[in-house]
């Protein structure tokens, strides 16, 4: 019988503390949500999905969420995203505020057009078996 593996961002979630491991899910899930074709991997150090390039970074900290890299393009959504402004464009969620994953999922939405207009990257097809 085969058993699945857990994935790198099964793992990183099943490692994060306790308090932020549901939050972390429901992030994830609203990224699958918005991007069902992107591959899963872990970057960085942290989960993030893949397209034809990395849509989008997410990672816990000590007192926020933080999703990565900045979104561009879309003035009203950068707009709607300058109150969880990190100082490099990056997004900071803190944890004792309620996370708008509808605010994730448009910056999932945003993320994939801009990856739609990139060159496939190079990486290496998976293993057949």
Same mark, same amino acid.
């Given at each position: ?7 790198p961002?099964?793992?990183?979630? !099943?490692?994060a503390? !306790?308090?932020? #491991? @549901? ?9 699958? $949500?918005?991007a069902?074709? %992107? ?5 960085? @150090?942290m989960?993030a999905?893949? =397209?034809?390039? *990395?849509?989008v970074?997410? %990672? !816990? ?11 561009? @393009?879309?003035?009203?959504l950068? $707009?709607?995203? !300058?109150?969880?402004? =990190?100082?490099k464009?990056?997004l900071?969620f ?5 996370i708008p994953?509808?605010?994730?999922a448009? *910056? *999932?939405?945003?993320?994939?057009v801009?990856?739609?207009?990139? #060159?496939?990257?190079r ?7």
């Amino acid at each position: 019988m085969n058993e699945l593996k857990p994935t790198p961002i099964d793992t990183y979630i !099943a490692t994060a503390p !306790a308090e932020v #491991r @549901g939050i972390l899910e429901r992030i994830r899930l609203t990224i699958r $949500r918005e991007a069902p074709g %992107a591959e899963e991997i872990l970057s960085y @150090g942290m989960p993030a999905f893949r =397209g034809n390039g *990395v849509l989008v970074y997410f %990672a !816990a900290f000590k007192a926020h969420i933080g999703v990565y890299p900045p979104v561009s @393009g879309d003035e009203e959504l950068q $707009r709607e995203l !300058a109150p969880f402004a =990190g100082p490099k464009g990056n997004l900071k969620f803190p944890l004792d505020q309620p996370i708008p994953l509808e605010l994730i999922a448009r *910056v *999932v939405r945003q993320r994939l057009v801009l990856d739609q207009a990139r #060159r496939p990257s190079r990486r290496k097809a998976p293993p057949t078996t």
